[in-house]
């Protein structure tokens, strides 16, 4: 971890034994040399801030100590004795902005581990109101996706052919992934990242985390805070498919010395390309912090609210040809044969989130954390279906005279309701030569779920909110780890991490159609890292060995309890990395390769369930290798040239599928679904004058398999795009900036489709397969600016 020093500069104009002595002086950034604001200049008996030109007096009593303070740097002693003028430099801490649970599951340069950094303003240049995994869509190795087809509603990423549900995610060191599916819904927190100040990918099993462990990567977040100097920023934006996004951005800067709140409301509406796919997403953010000089406390409260039209069933492959915006969500035919679409064919959820974390800083030179959390989650998907059966919902079939009425259409809505709430804590610190992280945390997830039919064309008197289903889980982790950095000598260092995770999962109740289910697990995990980091003039070499598991998911559970079969196995990953990294005066690049070797590793299928959620199955061994190479290159001081590319190997082993008509067929060694083998991005800008920025940004992901069959039939094809942005920012008298930007997407409006499904089905004694695709946009546009306070 790095280390941080106090460096000051006392210049003493006279030394006198008096009863009081005045102290003046300028605080000044030593790291740039420009004057700190409202620091807070202090002794026992008296307390004044800095002038916006960093200057102060104070009165102090003789061998009375002043200190400065500021957020985001080292606490300044001036001493006893000093009087006269002084100029105070303070060394920026960047602990007190890295906040000790971010901090302790973050790597850095002395660990071996492939990341990528994402600081605010890059993460602010990425945005245009479109989700998360767009921001991150330049990262290597990653793949995005969109069911509406434009980048806003229900989206996702994988990594290294990893879905979602097997990236760990973490906000403020708080872990994000759903309990029970384990997949993060991004729809739920719209423009999240418009309150975060930074940003990390871990790729491959990397550091300790918290929450489920990271099978392809992890990313985590850190929101803004403590804020030194008031601001507001409103940003508005819009563009294709009538998307339009407001955001209010606000800080009140430090109060009495003390003091921050930092806040944001955000609204984003769009049609989405693919029919109906419409999305109204809000949110919020609020951050109340405290800070002392050892001490720092912070609240934060966010969240969001979504309604967004179902399009997760995508559209069939005849269709995708000839129409490929149509959306099969809602479909129904009225009573007089006329096809309709549900207007409420809709999902609604919310979810908030609730923290407090409490950093402390000891004498002794270690820091402590504790954060508490709670996250409220609650909505539902509602859809029509057709000739329901009464019995499947509890309902009496409907007698007219002597017909018996079996089946109805009907309006139903799918709840999930629950509560996740938990504590982690972690201390920093040294032990002799050893830099030393331990940390840890217990969390429960309660959650409900439950299905009301609201409406039915053939029903006898019944409850108009009538549940025909309920069930619940309750899910419980315990983790703890120690990670250590040992520096062997000023060039070489070694890295170990050990953490212990415990999980208790059962759950139980009834199902659609009637089903009865029960089960419970207990888990226990040992994950160990170790590495060698070796650091030469400009340049780094490391190597990594890492042991993760996982446990299975509800579905994995629900489908063993209701079809008899033994309980599904938990999924173990082995994870070698090694990698070099260096930079020159215009040059820097990174080369990384891997090998991550799975044990009863639960990869997709490539079919969906009836809700639109990709289906997981066991299949043995199989393994991941590949090489990630990045450079930046700034040949000019007018252009730079960024690009990363992935090649990779991703097989089960000795694969088996159970085919009808055939029995058991063995496909070899065959590819691993949804993980194309090339997966490229180039970002070339062009630093014009007046403050303008000129991007161009082709992407090339290679073709992706939709079943682990390796059937050629069965493949989403290669697909190349193209995005186009300008941009820029300027300074006026009464605006600190105007921020504007352009971007054109798939300018060449490309046909391709980044995520699909498969699936089979037998007709005459024979199986036949078929798949889907979810399509992407043509050309489109987003505009925006932002005016800074």
Same mark, same amino acid.
């Given at each position: 971890?790095?280390?941080?020093?106090?460096?000051?500069?006392?210049?003493?104009?006279?030394?006198?034994?008096?009863?009081?002595?005045?102290?003046?002086?300028?605080?000044?950034?030593?790291?740039?040399?420009?004057?700190?604001?409202?620091?807070?200049?202090?002794?026992?008996?008296?307390?004044?801030?800095?002038?916006?030109?960093?200057?102060?007096?104070?009165?102090?009593?003789?061998?009375?100590?002043?200190?400065?303070?500021?957020?985001?740097?080292?606490?300044?002693?001036?001493?006893?004795?000093?009087?006269?003028?002084?100029?105070?430099?303070?060394?920026?801490?960047?602990?007190?902005?890295?906040?000790?649970?971010?901090?302790?599951?973050?790597?850095?340069?002395?660990?071996?581990?492939?990341?990528?950094?994402?600081?605010?303003?890059?993460?602010?240049?990425?945005?245009?109101?479109?989700?998360?995994?767009?921001?991150?869509?330049?990262?290597?190795?990653?793949?995005?996706?969109?069911?509406?087809?434009?980048?806003?509603?229900?989206?996702?990423?994988?990594?290294?052919?990893?879905?979602?549900?097997?990236?760990?995610?973490?906000?403020?060191?708080?872990?994000?992934?759903?309990?029970?599916?384990?997949?993060?819904?991004?729809?739920?927190?719209?423009?999240?990242?418009?309150?975060?100040?930074?940003?990390?990918?871990?790729?491959?099993?990397?550091?300790?985390?918290?929450?489920?462990?990271?099978?392809?990567?992890?990313?985590?977040?850190?929101?803004?805070?403590?804020?030194?100097?008031?601001?507001?920023?409103?940003?508005?934006?819009?563009?294709?498919?009538?998307?339009?996004?407001?955001?209010?951005?606000?800080?009140?800067?430090?109060?009495?010395?003390?003091?921050?709140?930092?806040?944001?409301?955000?609204?984003?509406?769009?049609?989405?390309?693919?029919?109906?796919?419409?999305?109204?997403?809000?949110?919020?953010?609020?951050?109340?912090?405290?800070?002392?000089?050892?001490?720092?406390?912070?609240?934060?409260?966010?969240?969001?609210?979504?309604?967004?039209?179902?399009?997760?069933?995508?559209?069939?492959?005849?269709?995708?040809?000839?129409?490929?915006?149509?959306?099969?969500?809602?479909?129904?035919?009225?009573?007089?044969?006329?096809?309709?679409?549900?207007?409420?064919?809709?999902?609604?959820?919310?979810?908030?989130?609730?923290?407090?974390?409490?950093?402390?800083?000891?004498?002794?030179?270690?820091?402590?954390?504790?954060?508490?959390?709670?996250?409220?989650?609650?909505?539902?998907?509602?859809?029509?279906?057709?000739?329901?059966?009464?019995?499947?919902?509890?309902?009496?079939?409907?007698?007219?005279?002597?017909?018996?009425?079996?089946?109805?259409?009907?309006?139903?809505?799918?709840?999930?309701?629950?509560?996740?709430?938990?504590?982690?804590?972690?201390?920093?610190?040294?032990?002799?030569?050893?830099?030393?992280?331990?940390?840890?945390?217990?969390?429960?997830?309660?959650?409900?779920?439950?299905?009301?039919?609201?409406?039915?064309?053939?029903?006898?008197?019944?409850?108009?909110?009538?549940?025909?289903?309920?069930? +619940? *889980? #309750?899910?419980?982790? %315990?983790?703890?780890? @120690?990670?250590?950095? =040992?520096?062997?000598?000023?060039?070489? !260092?070694?890295?170990?991490?050990?953490?212990?995770?415990?999980?208790?999962?059962?759950?139980?109740?009834?199902?659609?159609?009637?089903?009865?289910?029960?089960?419970?697990?207990?888990?226990?995990?040992?994950?160990?890292?170790?590495?060698?980091?070796?650091?030469?003039?400009?340049?780094?070499?490391?190597?990594?060995?890492?042991?993760?598991?996982?446990?299975?998911?509800?579905?994995?559970?629900?489908?063993?309890?209701?079809?008899?079969?033994?309980?599904?196995?938990?999924?173990?990953?082995?994870?070698?990395?090694?990698?070099?990294?260096?930079?020159?005066?215009?040059?820097?690049?990174?080369?990384?390769?891997?090998?991550?070797?799975?044990?009863?590793?639960?990869?997709?299928?490539?079919?969906? +369930? *009836? #809700?639109?959620?990709? %289906?997981?199955?066991? @299949?043995?061994?199989? =393994?991941?290798?590949?090489?990630?190479? !990045?450079?930046?290159?700034?040949?000019?001081?007018?252009?730079?040239?960024?690009?990363?590319?992935?090649?990779?190997?991703?097989?089960?082993?000795?694969?088996?599928?159970?085919?009808?008509?055939?029995?058991?067929?063995?496909?070899?060694?065959?590819?691993?679904?949804?993980?194309?083998?090339?997966?490229?991005?180039?970002?070339?800008?062009?630093?014009?004058?007046?403050?303008?920025?000129?991007?161009?940004?082709?992407?090339?992901?290679?073709?992706?398999?939709?079943?682990?069959?390796?059937?050629?039939?069965?493949?989403?094809?290669?697909?190349?795009?193209?995005?186009?942005?300008?941009?820029?920012?300027?300074?006026?008298?009464?605006?600190?900036?105007?921020?504007?930007?352009?971007?054109?997407? +798939?300018?060449?409006?490309?046909?391709?489709?980044?995520?699909?499904?498969?699936?089979?089905?037998?007709?005459?004694?024979?199986?036949?397969?078929?798949?889907?695709?979810?399509?992407?946009?043509?050309?489109?546009?987003?505009?925006?600016?932002?005016?800074?306070?």
């Amino acid at each position: 971890m790095k280390q941080f020093s106090m460096l000051g500069i006392f210049l003493l104009l006279s030394v006198g034994a008096l009863a009081q002595r005045t102290v003046s002086g300028k605080v000044l950034n030593q790291s740039n040399g420009e004057p700190v604001d409202y620091a807070v200049v202090f002794t026992q008996s008296e307390r004044v801030s800095t002038l916006p030109d960093g200057s102060f007096t104070i009165e102090a009593q003789s061998g009375e100590e002043v200190k400065v303070r500021a957020i985001g740097f080292e606490t300044f002693e001036i001493g006893a004795e000093v009087s006269g003028f002084i100029t105070v430099n303070l060394v920026p801490n960047e602990q007190v902005l890295t906040s000790v649970e971010v901090s302790a599951i973050r790597a850095t340069d002395d660990d071996p581990v492939a990341r990528t950094d994402y600081s605010e303003e890059e993460i602010e240049q990425n945005d245009v109101a479109r989700d998360m995994p767009y921001i991150l869509e330049n990262t290597p190795s990653v793949v995005t996706t969109s069911d509406a087809g434009a980048g806003i509603g229900y989206t996702g990423l994988r990594i290294r052919g990893s879905d979602q549900t097997r990236i760990n995610v973490t906000i403020n060191g708080v872990p994000v992934n759903d309990q029970e599916s384990q997949g993060v819904f991004w729809v739920n927190t719209p423009d999240l990242a418009s309150s975060l100040s930074s940003m990390q990918i871990q790729r491959g099993v990397g550091t300790s985390t918290n929450g489920a462990g990271a099978f392809g990567a992890s990313i985590n977040m850190q929101t803004k805070s403590f804020t030194k100097d008031a601001y507001a920023d409103v940003h508005i934006g819009g563009g294709s498919f009538n998307t339009q996004r407001y955001t209010l951005n606000f800080g009140t800067g430090l109060i009495d010395g003390h003091w921050t709140l930092d806040g944001r409301a955000s609204r984003i509406t769009s049609d989405g390309w693919i029919d109906r796919a419409s999305s109204d997403l809000r949110s919020y953010y609020l951050a109340l912090g405290y800070q002392a000089e050892n001490t720092t406390i912070q609240a934060v409260v966010f969240g969001g609210r979504e309604r967004t039209y179902q399009a997760w069933y995508g559209t069939d492959s005849a269709t995708y040809e000839a129409d490929p915006t149509f959306n099969p969500a809602g479909l129904y035919t009225d009573e007089n044969g006329n096809v309709k679409f549900y207007d409420d064919q809709v999902d609604n959820y919310g979810q908030d989130y609730y923290q407090l974390h409490i950093n402390h800083n000891l004498e002794s030179g270690w820091k402590l954390g504790l954060s508490g959390f709670y996250t409220r989650g609650a909505g539902y998907y509602e859809e029509f279906r057709e000739d329901e059966n009464h019995v499947d919902y509890g309902l009496t079939p409907v007698v007219i005279d002597t017909t018996t009425i079996a089946t109805t259409d009907l309006a139903r809505r799918l709840w999930l309701d629950n509560h996740f709430y938990g504590v982690v804590a972690n201390a920093t610190g040294n032990i002799g030569n050893v830099n030393v992280i331990v940390g840890g945390g217990w969390n429960q997830y309660d959650g409900d779920h439950y299905g009301n039919v609201i409406w039915a064309r053939w029903i006898n008197d019944a409850d108009p909110n009538h549940e025909f289903y309920f069930n +619940n *889980s #309750v899910k419980t982790n %315990i983790n703890a780890y @120690v990670k250590a950095d =040992y520096a062997i000598s000023d060039a070489l !260092s070694i890295y170990a991490d050990m953490q212990v995770r415990t999980v208790n999962y059962s759950g139980g109740g009834t199902e659609e159609e009637n089903v009865v289910f029960d089960f419970e697990d207990d888990l226990q995990f040992f994950n160990p890292k170790a590495g060698l980091v070796y650091r030469m003039a400009n340049s780094r070499l490391y190597a990594s060995y890492a042991l993760a598991n996982r446990e299975p998911n509800r579905v994995d559970y629900f489908n063993s309890a209701i079809t008899g079969e033994a309980m599904p196995e938990a999924e173990r990953l082995q994870d070698v990395e090694v990698g070099y990294e260096g930079r020159s005066t215009n040059f820097s690049w990174s080369v990384n390769g891997y090998f991550m070797y799975y044990t009863n590793q639960l990869a997709l299928t490539g079919e969906l +369930n *009836s #809700v639109g959620a990709p %289906i997981r199955e066991n @299949v043995g061994e199989s =393994y991941r290798a590949g090489i990630e190479i !990045s450079s930046t290159w700034k040949p000019i001081p007018q252009f730079t040239i960024s690009e990363n590319i992935t090649f990779s190997d991703n097989r089960n082993l000795d694969y088996v599928e159970e085919v009808i008509g055939q029995g058991l067929v063995s496909r070899g060694n065959t590819p691993i679904s949804y993980s194309p083998s090339i997966i490229a991005n180039l970002t070339a800008t062009a630093h014009l004058p007046k403050n303008l920025d000129l991007s161009i940004t082709p992407r090339y992901v290679g073709k992706q398999y939709l079943s682990n069959t390796g059937l050629e039939g069965l493949v989403l094809p290669e697909y190349f795009v193209t995005d186009l942005r300008l941009s820029g920012q300027w300074a006026l008298e009464d605006v600190k900036r105007i921020r504007a930007y352009v971007s054109a997407l +798939n300018v060449f409006s490309a046909s391709y489709a980044p995520n699909g499904y498969s699936y089979s089905y037998a007709f005459g004694g024979q199986q036949y397969y078929g798949m889907g695709f979810y399509p992407q946009a043509p050309i489109n546009y987003m505009l925006g600016v932002e005016f800074s306070f």
